[in-house]
């Protein structure tokens, strides 16, 4: 069965250095999703790629998050400066289109700043 | 945007007993509403999906309702099992996914 692949599972970082985490969405997947679910809450949408174009990127703290999805296949999100703060897991999502269908989540990436 | 509000936000039930737990949503735009399961440490799998053209949905014991005019829809869990316990997740799309802020449901043996 097809899934969303994210690594890494974990990742401890100090405070002020940079992080990356990498998805690779089901094949054929054009949309996208990055979330950061911090523990106890829902999941909140950080950016939406449909291929490699950013179609909503409105709740992602561009000061010190990037996301790319250069070929419009796998996605790359970055996080520098890390801040204590950013301790979420970071989950990637894939669907077939921007609506109406269900997206396939990955295991995602916990993220720990210390 | 849309704004998703889930509740309850804890929720115990005896083992064979029924479950229900609602959400409301604000964008009327919104025509797709699925529920996702999530277990510790792992992501969220969808469990059952509507869309606005239904007003109920039913696979085996889970059964989804969408009330369009009032914004709200639910989940119901019936003759619950100690393998239901997780977190539940509904969440809207008019294009971008918002999901409430889940419901920790804990079913006792």
């Known amino acids: 069965e097809a899934e969303v692949a994210q690594s890494p599972r974990y990742k401890i970082t100090e405070k002020s250095q940079a992080v990356a985490f990498w998805c690779d969405p089901i094949s054929g997947h054009a949309t996208l999703y990055w979330y950061r679910q911090i523990l106890g809450q829902g999941p909140e949408l950080l950016v939406q790629?449909?291929?490699?174009?950013?179609?909503?990127d409105s709740q992602l703290p561009k000061d010190r998050f990037s996301a790319e999805r250069l070929k419009g296949v796998d996605s790359t999100l970055k996080i520098q400066p890390a801040e204590l703060g950013d301790s979420a897991m970071y989950l990637c999502?894939?669907?077939?289109?921007?609506?109406?269908?269900?997206?396939?989540f990955g295991q995602g990436t916990r993220l720990t700043v210390v | 945007g849309e704004n998703v509000e889930q509740h309850p936000s804890t929720l115990s039930v005896q083992e064979g007993d029924s479950a229900v737990i609602k959400c409301t949503y604000s964008?009327?735009?919104?025509?797709?509403f699925p529920w996702y399961k999530q277990e510790l440490g792992k992501g969220p799998q969808l469990i059952i999906d509507?869309?606005?053209?239904?007003g109920e949905k039913k696979d085996q014991r889970i059964a989804v309702t969408l009330n369009k005019t009032a914004k709200h829809f639910s989940l119901h869990i019936t003759e619950t099992q100690p393998e239901d316990s997780a977190v539940y997740f509904c969440a809207a799309s008019p294009g971008d996914m918002r999901f409430g802020a889940g419901t920790r449901l804990t079913v006792k043996p």
């Open positions: 790629f449909q291929d490699e174009s950013v179609v909503d």
């Open positions: 509507i869309r606005s053209n239904v």
């Open positions: 999502a894939s669907s077939t289109s921007d609506s109406n269908t269900e997206a396939f």
């Open positions: 964008d009327s735009a919104s025509n797709y």
